[in-house]
């Protein structure tokens, strides 16, 4: 009976630790790793265009961590951080982070969402990337 007990407690563990785990999930080739995204970002004004509506930004990703980006007319303000994984985190204030890979596609870097399923979603094209705050304050 005790090594029934054992058997069961350790395929519960098993179970619980394997639902805990994230999805590996395959990343499309020219995805950039950590460094990679941190040394696009870091000290850079880059001007971004959301592939849904067209709509334009600029943003400033501070080495310190924060940002402020011109979208609309409006100034936003937050942090970014750059994962492990590679993924970009950006955070503005009124909105929940979001974590998003970076694709280059030969000259071109894109932001997608990864997707469970394998189908990832591109969201943004940045078309310039320059060094220093050029964003208006």
């Known amino acids: ?3 029934k007990k054992i058997i069961l407690v350790s395929f519960l563990l098993v179970a619980f630790l394997g639902g805990c785990a ?3 999930v395959p990343l499309p ?3 950039l790793n950590a460094a990679e995204v941190t040394a696009l970002f ?3 004004t880059v001007e971004a265009r959301l592939d849904e509506n067209g709509r334009l930004s600029q943003t400033y990703y501070n080495p310190d961590g924060g940002m402020h980006q011109m979208r609309n007319g409006q100034m ?3 942090t970014w951080m750059v994962k492990k994984n590679g993924r970009i985190c950006l955070d503005f204030e009124g ?3 979001k974590c998003r890979i970076i694709i280059q596609e030969g000259s071109v870097y894109r932001k997608y969402i990864v997707k469970s399923d394998g189908n990832h979603e591109p969201l943004i094209t940045y ?3 320059r060094n220093g705050d050029l ?3």
């Open 22 to 24: 994230s999805v590996n």
């Open 95 to 97: 909105a929940s982070e």
């Open 76 to 78: 936003r303000k937050g």
């Open 29 to 31: 080739p020219g995805t």
């Open 1 to 3: 009976m005790h090594i």
């Open 127 to 129: 078309t310039s990337f």
């Open 42 to 44: 870091s000290g850079k």
């Open 135 to 137: 964003v208006g304050h």
